[in-house]
């Protein structure tokens, strides 16, 4: 740097706020509920879809049902896959908040939406699951699915699902506080300080 070259005044790196750390906490403990929801899924997906063909098959279903039933359980492989690599992306966008991207701010606020949305359908649509369908008898699947299960993993779905409802609302909330926009607030560039003495 040549004398003539006038210095650029450093930038001042800001604090993380609380609002944001708390709320990349709790993006980072939904990541550990999926992890282990993930692990469950992975441990009785297999009973799960054999409880659900015996139930079908014991009501007198169609072939065709029988075989959909029975495609059933790699669904739920391939969704459990898919749920942890967006809980993956979910933890990143905890560590870029903490860093102060305003992007990742809006790309959670849009996930943590989508999943605020999507269990609340679940929930409902899960309130809604008993009757008859097409002549099946969906309370007698359900409670062979809930027989072929331990009780822990029926308890563990509900119990996580409403703490992550919580978290996802929280986290909307805590990255919108005043706090959290100053915090993402884009600062102007450096000032250049000039010395007219030189």
């Known amino acids: 740097m040549s004398e003539f070259t006038p210095p650029l005044a450093q ?6 706020p609380g609002v944001v750390n708390i709320a990349a906490y709790l993006q980072w ?19 799960l879809t054999d409880a659900m063909v015996k139930a079908y098959e014991d009501q007198g279903a169609a072939k065709n ?10 669904i739920i492989t391939v969704s459990a896959i898919i749920g942890l690599v967006v809980a993956l992306v979910y933890a990143l966008l905890g560590f870029l908040n903490r860093k102060g ?8 606020w849009v996930l943590s939406g989508i999943f605020l949305l999507c269990g609340a359908a679940s929930f409902g649509l899960n309130a809604m699951s008993g009757g ?3 002549d099946i008898n969906m309370d007698k699947v359900n409670d062979a699915i809930a027989d072929a299960v331990p009780p822990i993993f ?17 986290v909307i909330v805590l990255l919108a506080l005043p706090a ?19």
Do not use: C, H
């Open 65 to 74: 049902v029988i075989d959909g039933v029975k495609f059933s359980g790699t």
């Open 11 to 16: 930038p001042v790196s800001k604090p993380t």
């Open 101 to 108: 991207k305003n992007g990742s701010r809006i790309a959670t």
């Open 154 to 170: 029926t308890v563990w779905q509900s119990i996580s699902g409403i703490v992550s409802l919580v978290i996802y609302v929280a």
């Open 132 to 134: 008859t369908q097409n």
């Open 180 to 198: 959290a926009n100053d915090f993402f607030r884009k600062e102007p560039p450096p000032a250049v300080i000039f010395d007219p003495k030189v």
């Open 29 to 47: 403990f939904t990541v550990l509920l999926s992890l282990v929801g993930v692990v469950l899924t992975a441990m009785y997906a297999g009973d």
